[in-house]
């Protein structure tokens, strides 16, 4: 629920957004930087001929992407949806498509009634890089184990506190945080994906995990060293946080 | 053989290079504008520290990208390939890749030498489009018919005349060419990846075979229509020539 009620004769409606976020500072609106909110805003109040305050699932950071990112919003009950998804297509930049267009429950709120997020994160392990994936996966140039990355991977399984692995929030807010599943994908021809789904995640929270797998992969850190970098809750025990341009919001269940 | 024999103390250079082209005004070198020769030889006459006159298997038009685009140049004999690979890449655009570097036979050239070209033309074919593959594929909404759409690309193979098919080259040249294949793939999931290869191509031909053929899978032309049309000899006959950021020059037999 947001602060205040929707009026009696609007709709809450509920789209699936999917964005190359390459070329955009991130999903929250900011003054004098092109967004996926800024761009989607505008298109929403030119359709709709209001303004709109849209809530996202996952504020995704400057030059993450998203395949099930969920947006709600007010409209009126009038709205035609299919006309709404159609017209915010042909209005987008081809790096932003609306997926889906819905009238969710009365009161729906993307951000606060989500269960779950799953990301997932692509990597290119080859000697030699692929510019078609140079903007949605990480290339790591010497190769990668898979059986250690998934030894390693399933340490992040379970009710933790992430602290090691996250970047300070607001003060006195929890880094305890509950995974679901955590686990790598071959798609083959040394393309690995890392697929990571939690009620919530920290912030940075992903790339830092993704990070330290791809330490332990190397053979830089031994796979069970991972439980007692967990147990630190300590930043500087983790690894690097992997480059933005590897991460995807894949998907938001509610 | 290029018009002056290289010196005695030069070898010749063959890469296969890589390229997402859409950021660039195509291969060929264009006073003040991006383009793929451009970026390519500034840094292989950095890493060598003499000019460079490459040439090319074929030069992509702009938007148009390569997965297997052959180069040819000349070198030193002393030169280290495994270094001058991994230089070249590192100083350029992570949107162009040199996917191996080797010496070729004396007098070797890219573009006289080559016995084949193959092309792949990528379509989206869903009701909404993808922003992951908006550089690289075109989106067609409207539903394809593959049936239809294999009968129209059986019409191209073998030699013939393809002036309807083709921009007008040089005054007098010819624009009989052979094509030796023409089949469409399903990749599943809306995906559709058509594959022509010949020995050569007339300019903008793969785009406006690929134009025309759409119009057939959209049912806005029957398959066996094509026939005619390719015997006109008149490009007023053929359809809309296909975006260029579908296509990739994919392969080079020699």
Redesign the interface.
Known sequence: MTLFDPPATSARIKLVV???GSDFHGFARQRDQRTIAGDLTAAIERVLRHDVDITCAGRTDAGV?A?GQVVSFDAPTTVDLVRL?SSL?SMLN???????AEIAAAGFDARHDAQWRAYRYSIVNRA?????R?R?AW?VEHPLDLHRLRLAADVFVGEHDFASFCRRGPEGSTTVRTVLESRWVDEGDGCLRYEIRAHAFCWQMVRSIVGTLVEAGLGRRKPGELTSTLAARDRARAGQVAPAHGLCLWEVGY
């Open positions: 999917a964005y190359d992407h395949w998804q297509n081809p790096a932003i498509v609306v997926r889906s030699v890089a692929d510019p078609f140079a949605s290339w």
